[in-house]
């Protein structure tokens, strides 16, 4: 009797325990304003005129836009790019939020913020893009009512699907 006992607690036990594996693939997230932002959608492409890569990530009414040169060659996480946002890049980074007629746009373009973006994966053949990036955007309205800065921290995407 006690080693029926013994086996339907442990099978009990083992039956209650469950493993609910969340994958981030694509993912693309990081800390904005210190606070946990994850995107719902992500996706790259390459600007019209074939120069810049853009990454994107989007959640409910905020889109978070990363602009980088277009890489001449693969690169892998033992070459990564380092693009500097700020004065006189190429590379930089917007924020924006919109929302029945309210628009706030945020950007690192123009000396107006500053940050980093690493591009760690850029296969033009996989069109899969990785990397990591954190940076400090100005708001670009006129408001004193909105915060002047946004500010993402340990940020990263990952896979993201270059269309």
Not at 12 to 39: H, L, M
Not at 82 to 105: C, K, M, R
């Amino acid at each position: 009797m006690r080693k029926v006992l013994s086996l339907l607690l442990l099978l009990i036990v083992y039956s209650s325990c469950e493993s609910d594996v969340k994958f981030n693939n694509p993912g693309f997230q990081g800390r904005k304003d210190n606070f946990t932002w994850r995107a719902d959608v992500t996706n790259a492409s390459i600007s019209a005129a074939g120069d810049f890569l853009i990454i994107n990530g989007y959640r409910g009414l905020e889109q978070v836009n990363l602009t980088i040169p277009l890489p001449s060659t693969v690169v892998t996480k033992l070459t990564p790019i380092i693009y500097t946002l700020g004065p006189d890049s190429d590379a930089f980074a917007a924020y924006s939020y919109e929302d029945e007629g309210l628009q706030l746009a945020y950007s690192t373009e123009d000396a107006l913020g500053n940050g980093e973006i690493i591009l760690e994966e850029y296969d033009p053949v996989v069109r899969k893009i990785s990397g990591k990036f954190k940076f400090n955007a100005r708001y670009q309205g006129e408001s004193s009512i909105v915060p002047a800065n946004v500010n993402y921290q340990e940020a990263v995407f990952y896979k993201v699907p270059l269309f």
